[in-house]
């Protein structure tokens, strides 16, 4: 199993976010880390930050964690991929997904239909970039050249890069199959180890329907994590976040988190809370956050209790922990990362 990090976040872009993000992830490397993924919504850009760190390390895979396919055309999608690919020495891999209707039509001014058959659309345009080919394709969103105009069928200048790996972050069933059919690899979240099949059954299957197994597929998922003898508090501070995820990560009809939670056993809890939610009684709806929700999606615990978790989630078949370390400062996350890079490490080399 590796290890991962997670850069910027949806409301990323506060003074000094930049300088702070760089430094963490450059002292990330030192301390082992595999991945850096960046993050997408209405904050930082997914790319430019992931530029730059790619410029202070040297070892580190960088991945879009994620890049929206309604904010960018396919092409320049494949463009910039195969861009942060050569700057990076091959260090790149593209994460997409289809954001949620709230970003989609709200800031992006696209319609949000459909968008299984835009990604689908999304990926073939971008592999035929990535082999080098002229950019002929005829789907129901999009169609190049574009028909009666003047343009042509262009081929990228850029050398073909057929390996450049495409990653995909999915949540609902019909997504989850469609990864399992196309992608090289799946950014998993809401996901706990307890009910892993919520996840897996459906990777499994578009796996299948490709003549593929769920082992040609890199998995990672995240999750939070700080050594205590006491995880109540931290549990309670992690409670907003997730009534958050359950009540505004998307609209009151669409929001793949809370079904992800309810497929994962948490129905009632992810119903009430997302009602109350919607109902402006966010206090009320923190509160209504089952213990047990936090205490399964996170690793808060005793080193013990770490060490079984990371375990667990090498059981169900999780190749990537991407890490999100507690700390009222850098370097108590730090210190908190080196720790849990080097419990997965051990266990990694337990079972290899």
């Not at 919520?198 to 990777?203: P, T, V, W």
């Not at 796996?207 to 994590?225: F, W, Y």
Request: with cysteine; charged share 25%.
């Amino acid at each position: 199993m590796k290890t991962a990090i997670g850069i910027g976040g949806a409301a990323s872009g506060k003074k000094d976010d930049f300088e702070e993000t760089v430094g963490f992830a450059v002292e990330a490397e030192k301390l082992g880390v595999n991945q850096a993924w960046s993050a997408e919504a209405w904050g930082y850009d997914a790319v430019s930050t992931l530029a730059y760190i790619g410029a202070r390390t040297k070892m580190m895979t960088l991945g879009t964690g994620i890049m929206q396919i309604s904010a960018r055309t396919p092409s320049m999608t494949a463009m910039t991929a195969l861009t942060m690919s050569t700057i990076t020495g091959g260090r790149f891999i593209l994460g997409l997904g289809a954001s949620g209707p709230q970003v989609v039509e709200g800031l992006q001014g696209q319609s949000f239909a459909k968008p299984l058959v835009r990604m689908r659309e999304t990926i073939e345009i971008v592999r035929q970039a990535f082999r080098g080919e002229k950019l002929n394709y005829q789907g129901e969103h999009h169609i190049l050249p574009r028909p009666g105009g003047e343009g042509k069928a262009l081929r990228l200048s850029q050398p073909p890069n057929a390996n450049l790996p495409i990653w995909l972050a999915t949540l609902s069933p019909r997504a989850l199959e469609l990864t399992g059919e196309l992608a090289d690899g799946w950014l998993g979240t809401s996901f706990t180890p307890d009910a892993a099949q919520a996840h897996l059954q459906h990777l499994r299957r578009g796996a299948e329907k490709a003549g593929r197994s769920l082992s040609d597929i890199t998995l990672c998922v995240g999750a939070s994590v700080a050594f205590t003898s006491d995880p109540g508090p931290l549990i309670e501070k992690a409670k907003p976040r997730m009534a958050f995820q359950l009540g505004a990560m998307g609209s009151a009809k669409t929001n793949f988190y809370n079904d992800a939670y309810k497929r994962s056993g948490f129905e009632e809890a992810a119903t009430l809370v997302q009602k109350l939610w919607v109902e402006g009684r966010r206090e009320e709806a923190t509160a209504e956050v089952p213990d047990d929700m936090i205490a399964s999606t996170s690793l808060f615990g005793d080193d013990a209790f770490i060490r079984d978790r990371v375990r667990l989630y090498q059981k169900v078949g999780i190749d990537v922990l991407r890490l999100d370390p507690v700390g009222a400062t850098a370097a108590e996350r730090l210190e908190t990362l080196g720790r849990a890079v080097e419990i997965v490490r051990e266990e990694a080399n337990s079972v290899s």
